[in-house]
């Protein structure tokens, strides 16, 4: 609990008796509010254990020393445990309709708990810390896991842009998934990642920084001050906060601008931190402020002044309201609402507000002086800068801060987020989506009522996840059992049409007789029971001697990527490059490819899943379905599932099928992946596991 005097966090041990039942009491008649108790060993492991010394600091940029793992193992558990205690909880008090609102680190898991337990739940989480770099990011043991956490959600929210980007960029090359700036495709959704500047109560503020007792300490420290330039610092003692920065900046303000000593104090305010190096970063911080008034102190004026210790919150308002500067030099911060708060408190004097770009409020104050908080003669130059400042241009500045801190409250916040969160929620649920589920029951139903069904399935992100390398891409045992069971239905007529070569397809699929195969894209093909035929026997492929030279060239030119040489086809990989530049890479080599080849020869460019592939355009999987239900006339029944791009063909061959053959047989088409991503397809399903698992109920009526 934290108590509005002395802002003080008070253990639940520290209550007496009748305080702990009075708040229980309270808490269990609340209409809002639902209290959850949780062990001492599982808040010690989630909150000193897991948030504290591992989460917050790598959020901050910070390498932690590394610590044995049986620890890091037991904070972890502790983390995950305390987050599935919340899920638990609030999956007993959720209605219908209901919004879940998560915030911050320390429950970045309870999201993908929620949507386990609720599947169909408005989830929401708002990370108010810093969000760091992939780079260093990807160094947390857990990465994965707390990156699926936080994307059981449907919106993110984060304080500035840099943040958001970050993250995505986490997603991107942690776990591997496709993105744009906005969103994250996962499981089958679009996950959205936006901005939402946060901000504070600025009318409950600004009563309480002209009530009478902050009036009577503001003319105390007038009379205290006299005479003096003030420019005031309020910082919880940690790494982040950058006292040390802001101590070292004013010695050289005043060692560079000597006409001010004397003249210029600082009154540096620091409350406790819990952090594991507070002690440290105290002792470092005392000596600095000694060495400063040593230096150009006398017997009648001190230069800076240090206090650790918590204000009283009138004296924290009476500071701030008298203060001719406003000093902040985080080094990283993820909301610092100290430089709102001060914004407010000048409203009689104007003063100028220097704050650090690394503050997740940096973006959004555009009347401050922005400084890099280890650059000590730019923080020196921005002091005299504020302190030389005309009236004109601080009326002007703070204009600017006085808009944005009003129009960026706390409720504009809250009101924002919910509002986005709605509105997201409404686009994945509009039942008006072009891109239905595909219902398992009536494939199944129709599948037990038809005479001849006909399976035409790609293999890459349709019967298997995506992997880096096409060599780990090996069939799942459910999906091989289900396929045993499926073509020894005589009724059933199975081709997998595939980009892989026939040595792959071979190796895994050789020993199903009555299983059809579709290598390249239908340049060979192989019916049940018979040899493989080439499609493109009579053409010319003198057009892969021009094309490997150019994939040879990005190859060499972006570090990951590979080629893969087909019999008919040549496909350039860069699944294991930097996305971002492989992305780009990509666009150029595709670029290139269209004004040097394509009017050269007859082939065409194929955009997959991290691949560009070049194959003559005479053959595709379209034609070789088209073909397929040529020769099985008599089939009532079609499923054709694929992932991407290359499958389009075929989706496109099943929805142009003549009219009258379509009214006597059912086509299922669907697309695995994203219900957003535009398609030629009916139907879609999330990922693999759920086509397999149609395929095992399909195996499991086959017997009807």
Known sequence: MITEKTKKVIEWDQFTPELKQSLTDSLYKSKYVVPIFVD???????????CKSELWPLFHYILWESTTQTSEEKNWEGYVKFNQIFANEISKYYKPGDMIWVQDYHLLLLPEML???????????FIHTTFPTSEIFRCLPKRKEVLKGILGSNLVGFQIYSYSRHFISSCTRVLGLESTPTGIEYNGSTVSVEIFTIGIDVERIEKKRITPSVLEKMESLKGLYEGKRIIIGTDKLDRIKGVKHKLSAFEYFLNLYPEWQNKVVLIQVTSPSNTGDAKLVETQVSELVAHINGQFGTLEFTPVHYYHQDLDQDEYFALLNIADVGLITSVRDGMNTTSHEFVLCQKENHGPLI??????????????????????????????????MTKEERNDRYKQLYKNVTNNTSQFWAKSFYKELREKVK????????MPI?????????????????????????????????SAAVPGPEMLKALTVLTSDPRN????????????????????????????????????????KNATEDMDLSWKEDVMEIFNFYTERTQGSFIENKKCAITWHYRLADPNYGNFQSKECQTHLESVILPKYPVE??????????????????????????????????????DDKTDEDMFKSLSTTDPKVKEK???YTCRIGSPHVKTLASYTLSSPAELINLMGQLADVSSY
């Open 40 to 50: 001492p060993e599982t808040c010690q492991l989630h909150y000193e254990g897991y």
């Open 115 to 125: 949507r386990k337990l609720i599947p169909k739940a408005d989830i929401g989480i």
């Open 355 to 388: 704050l650090s770009e690394f503050t997740g409020t940096a973006g959004s104050l555009s009347g401050a002086i922005l400084v890099n908080p280890w650059d000590h003669e730019g923080v020196a130059q921005a002091i005299n800068e504020a302190l030389l």
């Open 427 to 434: 686009v994945v649920v509009d039942p008006s989506e072009p």
């Open 438 to 470: 595909l219902n398992s029951q009536e494939v199944v139903n129709s599948y037990i009522n038809a005479q001849k069904r006909c399976f035409f399935f790609d293999y890459d992100g349709t019967l298997t996840p995506i992997c880096n390398t096409p």
């Open 493 to 532: 007529f199975i081709f997998i049409i595939s980009g892989r070569d026939q040595q792959f397809l071979d190796l895994h699929f050789g020993q199903f007789n009555n299983l059809g195969l579709s290598a390249e894209h239908g340049s060979f093909i192989k019916y049940p029971g018979e040899t493989w």
């Open 605 to 642: 460019i194929l955009v997959g899943k991290k691949c560009l592939e070049v194959r003559p355009s005479a053959v595709n999987k379209g034609s070789i379905v088209n073909s397929l239900l040529a020769d099985n006339d008599d089939c009532d029944f079609v499923l054709c599932s694929g």
């Open 665 to 667: 047989m059912k086509i």
